[in-house]
Each structure stands twice: as C-alpha cells, then as structure tokens.
C-alpha cells in the first residue's frame, strides 16, 4: 500500500498495521479451527466416504478461515479507524480521493484465482477417487475397486425398500450391511423423485423413477445410521426415514438368512430384480 | 384582466361516479373476475379423451388454467393496457397521455410516469414481501415440534412452497422495480424508460400474479416447494395450477422489465454520458437485465411444459410414457441459477452506488467492479448443474461444473474487494443506510463462502437437500439482497417522497434485523450438517432444542419488520416531516433536482462531462515515488 | 395532518383490517386438522386390555362428506356407532390394538408387490373374511394399512368386480359388498405417528398417486399415541 500518499507522517501506517493484526489472527485461528472443529465435523467417520467429506470440510473450514477473517477483520479496523470524527458539524469532511490500485487488483485477481482453482482441483481428486459417496448416475465414471456387494434402494412414496440381488432379491423394510465391505448401492424410485441420505455413511443419491442411480460406499465400524429422504417428495417427506445397521459380516449372514424365511410368502409376487421398475399403468382408472 | 381571472370558476372537480368509471382498477378487478368465469366455463365445456379422468379425480386443470388466463386478461384491460394499441391501430397518432394525470388516483392505475411505477412497486412488492414473511413465521411455529402439531402436513408444504414462489418471485424484481425504475432514467439523464407502457405492464403483471399465487389455498395448495420438480408436480392437486401460472407471470414480468432497463440504458443515455461514467448502480441494473431476458424464457417454457402434462396428457415427464424428470430440473435449474443471481447483482449495484457517499471517496476499482458484474453475469449460465451433483447426473460431468462453480466467486470477491477498497481511509458515516450496507457484506460474506462448501462436489454430498443450503441462500438473498433494498428505501425515500424517516426507529430496525437474522440463519448451517433435510415437519427431536432457537430469533425478525411499518406509518403518514434536499449530500444526479421530481425529470437535458464519484480531496500531484496511484483506477 | 395524510392514513386501516381478516382465515385454513377419533377400549367387551379401532375405507367418499371431493377414495373411522370422516386415531401407548377394516373399495394392484405381505401384527398374519392368511395376491390390493415406523404394513384385498350391490358412496352399510379384515398390533412409545395407504388407489392421477393419497383425511392420517 505504499501507493497511497501519506497525509503528513502523524497518520499512522494502516495498512501494515491491518495486516499484521490480520495474519496473527490468522495464524492463531487457522491451526485451532483445523485441530478442533475439523475432527468433529459431519458427517463423521462411519464410512471410507463420510472420513472423506470430514477431511475435505475440514479442507475448506482451513481454507475459508483466513479468508473470513480478512473481511472480518478489515471490516472491524475500517468501522474503528475509518470514521468521520463525531460532532463534525456543518461541511462533510472528505477522503482521499482513491479510486483504484493496480497492484493491488492483481494481487487478489491471482490470488483468489489461484485459490479457487485447488479447490476445484482438490475437490476433484476426491471425487474420482471413490465417488465420495455421492450418486453416480446409471454408468459410474468412477467405481469403487474390489469385490462389492450390491444392494438395491428403492424408494416409493413414502418409504425406502431394499433388496439384495446376490441373495435371491430378497427385499426388507430396513437395511443392514456389512462392515468393512464395499457395498454398490443402486438408488432408484416408483414415481416421484426421491433421495436417500445416509447421513453417518456420508451417502447421498437421488432416486428418479426409470433411472438406475449407483453410489458407492465402504462402512468402517459398527453403527446404528439415519437414512432420510433429502428430495421434497410430498406430505409425508420428513416422515420418510428409517434406522439402518452396520453389522459384522457373520451377523449380517444371519440377517439375510433371517429376511428370506420371514419374507417367504411373497417371494412368489417380487418382480424379477431390475435396476429400474416402472409399474404399470400410468393412470389408475376408477 | 385580472379581475376576469380573479372570478373565473375553478375548473370543476369530476363527479364521484365519472372518476369511477373507466378505466382504472376497481374496472379491471371487475373485468378480471368476468374473465376468470368466462375461462372457467370454456374449461368446463371442454371434452374429449384426454379429460375423462376429471370425473374421478373432481378436479380440471384445463378450467382452473383458462380461468386465470381470462381473469389476467380481463384485469389488464380494465386497467387500459389494451386501449393504446386499438388506438394506434385505428390511426391516432402516439402520445404518452397517461402520464398528465394528476392526484393520487395515478398510483392505482396505468401510469406511464416512470416514477409513479417505482412507488407503484415499492408498496406492491413490500406487501408480497410482508404476506410471504408471515408464511415464514407459520412455518417456524409448526417447526417448534418434531411433528406436526399446529400445521397439518398438506398446509405446510403449501406454505413453504408459497413462502419460497412469492419471495423468489417478486423479490427478482425487488430492486429493479422500485428503485431502478424511479431512478436509472434520471441518474442516466433522461426523461423516460425506452417503454413506459411496458414498465408499467410489469408491475401489474406482477400484482395479477401475486393474486393468483395466493389463491392457491382455495385450491388444495401445491406440495412441491418453489421449485415444482416433476413428477411430483404432475400428481399434485389443481392447487399446483396457480403456481404454474404465477411464476409463468413473473417470468413474463422479468423478461419485460429485462428489455425495458436495456433499451433504456442503451439508447437513452444523455450526452456525455459514456459507458465509463454510468453509476455503478446502472451497470448492476443492466447486468441484471441481461440474466433476466435471457433465463426467464427458460422458466416459461419448463412451465409451459409442466401445463401441458397436468392438462392435455402430453409425456414430457411422465415417465411411464418415455418423459423424463431430469428434463424438467435441468429447464428449471437453466433458469434457476441465473435466477439468484438476477438476486445478488443489484444488492452489489446498491452497496457500490451508497458506499461513496458515506465514505466520501470515489468509488474504488470502478472498472473493476463493473468486470466483476459482467463476469458474474456471464458464468452464472454455466454452473446450474451444482444443484444436480447427486441427481444421478453424467457423473463426469461434475467436475466441470464444480470448476464453473469456484470460478464464478473470483468475480464475486472483485466486489468485495472494492467494497474494502473503498473503505480504505475514508471518513464514513454510519447512517441507516451505511448500516444496511455493512451488514450486507457480513452476510454476504457468510453466504458466499458456504456457498464454496457447496460447490465442492463431496461437501455437497452431505449437505444437499439440508437445511445449510437454506442457511445458505437465505444469508446470500436475505442477508444480500433484502438488507440492500431497506438501504435503498432509506436512502431514496427522502427523494422519493420528500419525507424524513425516523432515524431512531430506523436504527432500531437495523439492528434488531442484523442480530436476529443472524440468530436465526447461522444455527441452520448447524442443523443442515446434522443432518435435517429441508422442507420437512417431521425432523429428528435431538434436534428440537435448536429449531425451537431459530424459531425465537425468526419471530424477532417479525418484530423488527413491525418495527419498519411502525416507522413508515408514523413518519410518512402521520407526522410527515420533510426532508432536507439531499440529507446525505451525494453528488448523484438525481439529489441534484427538486423535490418531487417534475414529471419529465429535467427542464434540460444535461451534458455529463464528469466521473460519476467525484468526492474525495484530490490527492497531491505524484513526486514520481514509486507505484503512484494513477487516477480512475 | 393533512387532507392527503387522512386519505393514506384510512386507506392504511382499511388494508390493516382486510388483512388480519385474511390473516385468520388463513391461519384457520393452515391450522384445520382431521377430527381425533380415540380408539374404544375392549376390555369391557373382550377382556383382554387393548383397544379396538374400526375403519371403513370406500371407493367415493360421496357428497356428504366432503362436498368438493365427492370422487375421491377414502377412510372413515367408527366413533359412537357413527362413521366419521376423518384418519386421526388416538390410541394408548404400549398396548395392544385390535383392528377391523370393512373394505367397500375393489381393487388397485399394489405398486410395490413386496407390500403384498403382512408385516408387524402379533402373528404377523391378518384375517379376512375369517380367514387367516399371511400375504395376498398384489393384484387384488385395494388398500393397505401402513404405519412405518412401528413395522406395520397390512395389505388390504378388495371386493372383487364382479360383486353385486357395491357401495357407491360412504358411508356404506354391512348389507353391500365388502371383506372384513381385522389385525392385531402393539404400540410402544408415545408419540405422533403417521400412517398411510400404499397402494396408488387414487383414481385418475398420474401413477395413482395424486389427490386422497397425498390428503391427510382420506389416504393418510396420524396415529397418536399417548
């Protein structure tokens, strides 16, 4: 700021001092809000994928911490020191007349820019890495490797139904799954547009009718988990949700065993499994 | 002769009934409720394999459809939207006759004096505003429990549906419609936008829409929020018929007011006026205009669409016909990004236009803000796949639009940057205004960087369809926007009215709006990240301990509303003390004329020969130090 | 005050008056629930503690009942010996529930064959017509009985369509055509559940969907527990 033309040396040097009272704060806050608010952010570590999302806001709490902090600060340093002086009666007193700085424009073009690129970037290298839990759509661009156990979420109005195609296709009212094992979830709907949010497993994946939605998902410790519906699906939309299970892998041997005797008798009337179901008719006559 | 003068009759007031009768609104509430009938019964005569469902389901869309087609129809033309075009068309010549009316009778009709449609939509959209924050408050009472309690489930989601389509609909107009229309004429240095009739049309296009969004309770309400994705849209009662045909309306409404400002900044600019001497406010208000012709096309076709599935059995988005849902969240989210930006722009014109002149200095970074809005304008039709990032999208696709995403907060921090820059050794005032403006960029702030936690496709995972993105669009437009249009009313009431506000009612307003909006907002980034999706009644009660807190401070923010009507009856209808010429001795061309502004603004077109900021003591002449300021940034 | 602050003045108490009329109409719309209908205790009849809940459900709900819907498929509920219009039950906390359905309606076709199996009654069985069975055909759904979030799905069969004397429009007496279902569940915590049908019986919308089973009062309604 060594542009600005001092009005006589009583005035002291603002921007150095704005700038150091800045980067102290800085550097007292960034390292606080990474050690202790970023631990403790959601989702949690449920899952391969919720541990992801807790590291990449922890990312971004570092990152917009100083970022914050600048406006925040300057804001507080301008209210203070940037005042009309009180009991200034009669003329308006006038600032200097500054209407720009170069430097300084560049210096934040390239900044920000640089900034917001690694973001990009970053977000990037999680997103291809596992899918972060986020819906994939019909052909995942990026699938989980390994053995995976797929499981299908079908959403109806207004609860969530699964079934489990390596195991007859099987469907249950609630979801138990193995930890420790890649599950392949594919998502989809009846009839209108849902969503399935796993919240502690970090899984999040629209259910569109006529559409095969696949998310990925690696549960790491035993847990009860909340699934809602995230997608506005009518009255009872907040209603729509449901308790699951993360279980070792004998117990969830068990479970399955378990679902196919008690679900025996309607067996008979399952559709054959299918990625998408669109049942017939269109519109119920009388 | 003046004694002649002196016993000549006063001119005769017209009777009652003559002022009653023509063409005005209480005609065009007449005509507009024939109308309604007339389409409601065209609907009803309708047959044909495509309506035998309507004996089963009671319900027929094509009747409730044509009805509010008549009903707007009617409405315009009592108020005497039609009668121009006959005339011309039967040969008399042009004429911008509705402007010489006088009195008050002018603020309820067709009026082509752009001034009076800035009032016009003050008071208009102030009272949709009002209407869809005391459906704000019905929303947060129902959610003091975890279950529904007071509000049964259809009324809240009709509710909250009605809350977001009325405040995202007339709001888009909420800085265009009052102020810009009122003072981008004088402040560009003409006599009139390039369409009065038009600019007038919109406002009452927007009324005629509001009306109908708010019938919609006679009709079973709509469960579908303001964003009426199919396939929910196409199951909904006949309800969902007077949100189709609101937001129809509004987007009509915006590409019309879109067209006017451009034409208007475009070719009515007085001489000497340049580009590079355009207020910063004008420059926001054509960006602006630009989203809005350009998005709001988008909006009328998805719903159009949306029409013709709910009435004539088209399949755009029935799925077991071959239609596809994402079609209809890709039309909309065309329209709907641009949408909020259409929001945020003119609250950056605003903040940018007041901040000079309570901090005495010109305005920093002029160019720089000016590529700011410009690139805003030009990114936000590339990033609406964001709201898509979980939708079983091309999943490939997302990367691009995470970038598309991160980049468009590069020129949206320009504005930040010359918002500090032009605070930079100023001698700032802390008036009403300024106040507003502060804490504009405290919340847009907030909002803006939640927003990059959004954009981050992994982050968004867990936080789509939760209640931080509530948090976030409501610091964003709540915190932007609406703190900038009270700015604006402080600011400009004084000249638009030539009233003082009362400025102890005023502070108190500001900061009971400041705190609680932020008691109220910061707690929902909390509950989106624990895991409370949006738009529901039902939530989990570990979670009840904070709603029951948002719901207090949501409450507070009702009482500082009050506050503000409180200040505006007692000041501009009971006591009524005028204002000083230019209170806050801005250098605008608009404070340099009288109060009320003559009807044709300037007796004499000025020639602009200077720079539109020019406060500021000029600084001492560079002694070749290194890195001199050069001057106009 | 002058002349011009008198006309804004009553212009604005005008407006203040017309709008808090609105305002408690609106509020009266928002805030219009169902009637609750508590559930008759059994112990003077059966001896067994418990209460008994008895339904209707009716292919029309007819004029009477609801005058601008008169075509929509709904519930009805016993108060007193009367049918009453309305699906907000109220029933003690952990106790046992006894339910008889009388089904007027034909049938839909479950959207979700899976629901075709009764789930969360005492022997995971329901009883129509007297007898006992544990799922039934989804084609012949009409109606189900579903409250998710104490495990209960209880599909409903329908009269079949080639009945004599059905009943067009509620409330309908024993002498029309109809199957009499009953089912046993237990309720445990307090609390405000929900409940709703599962099958897309509403006639003449888009996937079934549309209309009373999206209506609190007809398709849907809450289970209070206390």
Redesign the interface.
Known sequence: M????THGGSEPN?ARRFATIWIVVSLIATPLVVLFVGPI???GNGSA?AS??VT??TV?IGM?TP??LL??V??IY??VH????KGGAGA??????????????TT??VV??LL??S??VY??V??VED????????????PASGKKLPVQV?A????F?YRFPTYGGV?T?HLVLPVNQTIELH?TS????H?F?A?QL?????A????D?VVFVKPTKLQTF?V????????????MF?HGRVVRPAVFQVWIAEQQKR?A??KK???PYSTKY????????? | MSTAEALAPTPARRPLWRRLVGFNLLTAVIFGVAGYYIGWFIGHQIKGPSFEFQSETDENDVALMLAYLGGVIGFLVGLGFANYPISRMLGRPASLREKEHEGMGRYFGLCTDHKVVGIQYLVGIGVFFFIAGLNAMLIRTELLHPTPTTIGPNQYLSLVGMHGAMMMGMMTSGILGPFANYFVPIMIGARRMAFPRIEALTFWLLMAAGFILTSTIFFGGFPTGWTGYEPLNEQAVMGMDSYICFFALVGLSMMLLGLNMIATIVAHRAPGMTWSRLPIFVWSVLATAVLMVLSAPMLIGALLMAAFDRTINTSFFVVSSGGSPYLFENLFWFFGHPEVYILALPGFGIVLELLPVFTRKPLWGYKLAISGMLGVTLLSFFVWQHHLFVSGINATLRPFYMLSTEIISIPTGFIFLCVMGTLWKARARFTVPMLFCMGWTFNFLIGGLSGVFLSDTPSDTDTHGSFFVMAHFHYTIMGGLIFTFFAAIYYWVPKMFGLKLNERLAKVHFWSLFLAFNSTFMPLFVLGMKGMPRRVSAYNPDLQGLNVWVSISAFVIGLSMLVFIANVVYSLIIVREPAEANPWHSKSLEWQLPTPVPVNNFDQIPTIDHDPYEYGTPLPPPRGAPGAVPAGG | MGVLAKKLLGIGVGVVVAGVLIGLYVAGWATSFPKTVAAVSTRPVVGVSGTQLTLQTVAAIGPKYSPSNPDWVSYLVKEKGKWVHSTVFKVPANSIVHVTVLQYDGDSGLRNPFLSQVQGTLNGRETVDGKSIDAIDPEEASHTFAVPQLGVFIPLPGVPEEAKNQCEFAPCTLAQAHRTITFTFRTGKRGRYRWQCFVPCAAGWIDGNGGPMQTLGYMDGFLEVT
């Not at chain 1, 060594?2 to 033309?5: G, I, R």
């Not at chain 1, 972060?132 to 990026?142: E, F, K, L, R, V």
């Not at chain 1, 809602?228 to 209603?239: M, T």
């Open positions: 060594a542009a600005e033309a603002h952010m959601p989702p994928q992801g999302h990449d806001n971004l917009a970022v914050l406006v925040l300057y804001l301008a209210i940037f005042r009309a002086p308006v007193l006038e600032g200097p007349a500054i209407s720009g700085d170069t430097r300084i424009q934040w073009i920000t820019s917001v690129l973001l990009a977000g990037t999680r997103l899918g972060a839990g986020s819906g994939q759509g019909a052909s995942p661009a990026w079908i109806q109005e207004w609860a139904t469907e009212t998502v009846l009839d209108v547009i969503s949010w919240y970090g899984v999040k994946a629209d569109n009718p006529n559409v939605n909340e809602r519906c995230a997608e506005l699906c009518g009255i009872w939309h907040g209603y449901d679900f008798a309607s009337y399952l559709p669109v049942p017939e008719p269109a519109r119920r006559g009388g």
